[in-house]
């Protein structure tokens, strides 16, 4: 079974800084999807940004962008610039993409990131 | 375009009394996931829905629990006899297709048995 692990219960940065939240993974499939979703206080589930396993380049997303080590199974968040909004949880997830995988979505415990002005 | 949404938004239970959770996927959307998301942890699956079929139920207790998703109208989650451990946020996720499609996620159930 594929586990996502996330060693950082909590992370703190400045304003205006850069901040980098960690993930790792476990599976033996070749071919999945990895993701960053973000939940505010409000609690809703917000898409940050998607990785296709079979794409070499790091996904990109405005301030968001990933370091994505297929063979060290690591797939970290970078938050450039960082803003008052952008504090929150903050949960990786991995999704199988073999044909008759299953569908669902494994997630990490979560970080949670405080934004200090 | 509306986003997934999910009804009611809070919801109080006594102990033995039913829960009936609400779900509509995004237009054009024929998946759906249910998620459950106890206090400090993660979101964990569990069941997988398509029109009139569930695809994946491996994450659903294996009593009191149901869901279903009919030809028309909502998904609907169903917890009978509710216990206080099924307190906890329920999040619904829909998508356009089956593997490579995101899951787009509604607003979530806050269910509290007392």
């Known amino acids: 079974a594929q586990t996502v692990t996330q060693s950082q219960p909590e992370m703190s940065v400045q304003e205006a800084e850069t901040v980098t939240l960690s993930c790792t993974y476990d599976?033996?499939?070749?071919?999945?999807?990895l993701f960053w979703y973000k939940q505010p206080p409000s609690r809703q589930m917000i898409l940050v940004i998607r990785q296709e396993a079979y794409k070499q380049q790091n996904a990109t997303e405005n301030r968001f962008s990933v370091n994505f080590q297929k063979a060290a199974k690591s797939f970290s968040l970078k938050i450039s610039d960082s803003q008052l909004g952008d504090a929150a949880m903050y949960f990786c997830?991995?999704?199988?993409?073999?044909?008759?995988?299953?569908?669902?979505?494994?997630f990490g415990k979560g970080t949670k990131l405080t934004v200090n002005p | 375009n509306a986003g997934v949404m999910q009804n009611p938004r809070h919801l109080v239970r006594r102990r033995g009394q039913e829960a009936r959770l609400r779900c509509s996927p995004m237009?054009?959307?024929?998946?759906v996931y249910w998620y459950r998301q106890l206090p400090e942890e993660g979101l964990k699956f569990m069941v997988y829905?398509?029109?009139?079929?569930?695809?994946?139920e491996s994450g659903m207790p294996k009593e009191r629990f149901s869901a279903e998703f009919p030809k028309e109208g909502p998904s609907i989650l169903r917890i009978q006899q509710v216990v206080r451990g099924d307190s906890a946020a329920y999040f619904c996720?829909?998508?356009?297709?089956?593997?490579?499609?995101?899951?787009?996620f509604g607003p979530g159930t806050r269910l509290l048995v007392l």
């Open positions: 599976t033996s499939e070749s071919d999945y999807y």
């Open positions: 237009k054009g959307h024929s998946h």
């Open positions: 996720a829909s998508s356009p297709g089956a593997t490579q499609e995101t899951q787009y």
């Open positions: 997830a991995y999704r199988s993409g073999t044909q008759g995988g299953s569908e669902k979505l494994v």
């Open positions: 829905l398509q029109k009139e079929n569930i695809i994946d």
